[in-house]
């Protein structure tokens, strides 16, 4: 079944503790990118990836790291995770190129909660 | 240029009736306006998408309709079912390969049997 899998899918944090959030995606999918979902606010790009070892800031990238050391995976890391980055995430691929470039397979979230 | 301006925020429908959930967008580059539907506790999941070269698409009971000189386009659901009960979000970009999608803010649907 084509997909992209999150885990940890609920996490309860603290302040300060480093963590990784794994994304994996089986459709050889060369776009991979991360929102956040908050209520109010929608979705909010992180950052995302055109390809292996090409990454790009989103629209909310302070914070977070990332890295595309292999196809099928995109981690989103926290290196320091603060309260404000309590939200619900998602990680997302697209095939490039030709028409419907842009549709997006989603995963199922992380909600992440940081004390 | 970069918004899409999604409303309502929220609705309620009853069971039969039209649900209507509208966006604006500024960037007249945009060429690709799809919509995703979201269950909970699921992620977002393409519904229906059009290109700015047709005014409708219809697919089943959801349609879009969509108006390129006002920059609006439209969802409507037909005959709502319970199950149609979702957030719907619009989005908007150029069609080429990495472009990021820009979403509205979304609509929590609810219809109400």
């Known amino acids: 079944e084509a997909q992209v899998t999150q885990n940890p899918r609920y996490l309860i944090t603290v302040t300060g503790k480093k963590l990784t959030v794994t994304c994996s995606q089986n459709m050889n999918h060369e776009y991979m990118s991360w929102y956040r979902q908050d209520p109010g606010l929608g979705l909010r790009q992180i950052y995302y990836s055109m390809n292996v070892e090409v990454t790009d800031k989103g629209d909310v990238p302070e914070g977070y790291k990332v890295s595309r050391k292999e196809k099928r995976n995109f981690p989103l890391i926290l290196e320091s995770p603060s309260p404000n980055q309590t939200s619900l995430y998602f990680c997302?691929?697209?095939?490039?190129?030709?028409?419907?470039?842009?549709?997006?397979?989603f995963g199922a979230g992380s909600r992440l909660t940081v004390l | 240029q970069q918004q899409v301006k999604q409303s309502p925020q929220s609705l309620i429908v009853q069971k039969g009736g039209i649900s209507i959930i509208n966006c604006a967008y500024e960037n007249t580059a945009f060429d690709y306006f799809p919509w995703y539907q979201q269950f909970p506790g699921k992620g977002p999941a393409l519904l229906i998408a059009?290109?700015?070269?047709?005014s409708e698409k219809k697919e089943g009971r959801f349609t879009i309709s969509f108006n390129k000189s006002a920059k609006q386009f439209s969802l409507h659901i037909m005959d709502s079912q319970p199950g149609d009960s979702a957030t719907y979000f619009c989005?908007?970009?150029?069609?080429?390969?990495?472009?990021?999608?820009?979403f509205g803010k979304g609509t929590t649907l609810s219809v109400s049997s």
């Open positions: 059009i290109r700015p070269d047709v």
């Open positions: 997302a691929s697209s095939m490039t190129g030709g028409t419907g470039a842009n549709v997006l397979t």
């Open positions: 989005a908007a970009s150029i069609d080429q390969a990495g472009t990021a999608l820009i």
